[in-house]
């Protein structure tokens, strides 16, 4: 009887591609039962890496503090449940922002994980190092900053016009060519391209005033665009190719990349670049802003709160938590900041590793209902009204002119909330607040989309 892939199962092999190439190798040569044993030795598989039995312990910094925020708190509970059974983790911690962002066992949104020698893409998911840069202008005028800023930032889909871009730094790009995921030429062009740009979604342009100091201070919100997603996409597809063989059990948005691998030194050396690309972004636009103006800056200060840090064979997974301690940014060079909404102050915190936040403080206000349950709860009233009684009092603005509810103030979770948390919990310290005076977002850029537009220009035809 021929050999068959049967017959490696029955060998306690798990189905893997060697198995045409090893059943072709043993009926052509037909080998005995000792032969067959002695060639399978190259294709020993490693033995599988079971789920936690019980979920590892992590830290709770949340609470409901209204009836509507019940139904939050318990799903963030739940899926932490869930997500703390991956192998690779050892601690987690939830913050007062916390909310979930998909099926039971993904991490939400203001988690932070702890993984012993593994990285795991889909803990910083596609917005890879979403981060927040400050400037402070003294004392000029903010409506002349939000004005300039307008005409420098660039929201929306796909990157910035040839004879528009801002320029990527020749030391980056040849960066880029040197590791293993980001040697692509395709995605070289794509990070040039967006370069001063700031996407869509939950990502901004504010413009407040200093509490302490009452000058003008520029804070920006976006991540690493387009170039940070094409890393994510092949990151997930290394870390699925692990999974599969080391530990099937593992959730598909769970899967890692064991770190003393090739691929993972490589992976971990890619996700620095993006970072070094991200704060590149930030710096461009609030420099060109700056340089139009004729202003030197009075200080700068800069975090993420989407990404992985590093502490010995520890890496910290943050999916929306403010980095506290020194130790995850070596090269801070100031406070760290927390944005609620645009009607809210942006808050500038300091703190230190306790045994709660595990070095991490919330990245913001969160959110308790999708933006699709938001948008049902206000379909009583018209997108203007909503605007005009969110928005009193300042100068809110959307790049695409396109109003988008699912960013006003009561999208979000209560700040009064999320700071009494903080102070609960003993998270962070506040050292000043940047009072709002106005902000640009992307707005609702799905109603005019390009391929919407296509699409009705097709049907008429």
């Known amino acids: 009887m021929e050999f068959n892939g049967n017959n490696l199962i029955e060998l306690g092999y798990r189905s893997a591609k060697w198995f045409k190439e090893a059943i072709a190798h043993i009926n052509e040569n037909n080998l005995d039962e000792n032969q067959i044993a002695a060639y399978l030795e190259q294709f020993k598989q490693p033995e599988l890496i079971p789920l936690h039995e019980t979920a590892k312990d992590f830290i709770i910094n949340i609470k409901a503090e209204h009836e509507s925020e019940n139904d939050n708190v318990e799903k963030v509970i739940n899926t932490m449940n869930v997500l703390m059974k991956t192998p690779t983790l050892v601690a987690g ?29 889909g803990f910083h998911s596609a917005d890879i190092c979403c981060s927040v840069m400050l400037t402070d202008f003294g004392k000029a005028d903010p409506k002349e900053v939000l004005d300039m800023a307008h005409s420098i930032t660039h929201f929306g889909y796909g990157g910035r016009e040839r004879g528009q871009q801002m320029p990527m730094s020749q030391e980056l790009m040849d960066a880029f060519r040197e590791n293993d995921f980001l040697n692509d030429e395709k995605l070289i062009s794509i990070a040039r391209s967006h370069m001063g740009t700031q996407g869509d979604g939950n990502h901004f342009l504010f413009v407040g005033i200093s509490k302490n100091t009452g000058n003008t201070m520029l804070v920006t919100h976006h991540g690493s665009r387009a170039p940070g997603a094409a890393l994510y996409d092949k990151g997930m597809k290394v870390a699925n190719k692990f999974r599969m063989e080391n530990s099937p059990e593992t959730l598909r948005e769970n899967a890692w990349i064991p770190y003393e691998t090739e691929e993972g030194k490589s992976y971990w050396e890619a996700l620095q670049l993006i970072r070094t690309w991200t704060k590149e972004n930030h710096t461009s636009i609030h420099d060109a802003i700056l340089n139009k103006m004729e202003i030197e800056k009075q200080d700068r200060y800069w975090n993420e709160h ?81 605007f005009e009684e969110e928005t009193k009092g300042l100068d809110i603005r959307f790049f695409s002119n396109e109003i988008d509810i699912s960013e006003l103030p009561t999208a ?45 220009k097709f049907r008429k035809a």
């Open 93 to 121: 911690a939830i913050m007062p922002d916390a909310c979930p962002t998909g099926p039971v066992g993904q991490i939400p949104v203001g988690g932070v994980v702890v993984a012993k020698n593994a990285i795991h893409p």
């Open 306 to 386: 989407n990404f992985v840090f590093k502490d010995g064979d520890l890496f910290y997974h943050a999916k929306g938590a403010t980095p506290l301690d020194d130790k995850f940014m070596p090269d801070i060079t100031g406070p760290r900041l927390i944005p609620l909404n645009m009607s809210e102050p942006v808050l500038i915190v300091q703190g230190t590793t306790n045994e709660r936040n595990l070095g991490f403080a919330p990245h913001g206000a969160g959110r308790n209902f999708s933006r699709s349950q938001h948008k049902k709860s206000l379909a009583h009233k018209t997108i203007e009204e909503v």
């Open 412 to 456: 979000y979770k209560s700040a009064k909330n999320v700071r009494a948390q903080i102070e609960e919990y003993g998270l962070c310290e506040v050292l000043d607040e940047v009072m709002p005076y106005g902000c640009i977002m992307a707005g609702d850029v799905q109603k005019n989309a390009p391929w919407k537009k296509k699409k009705k």
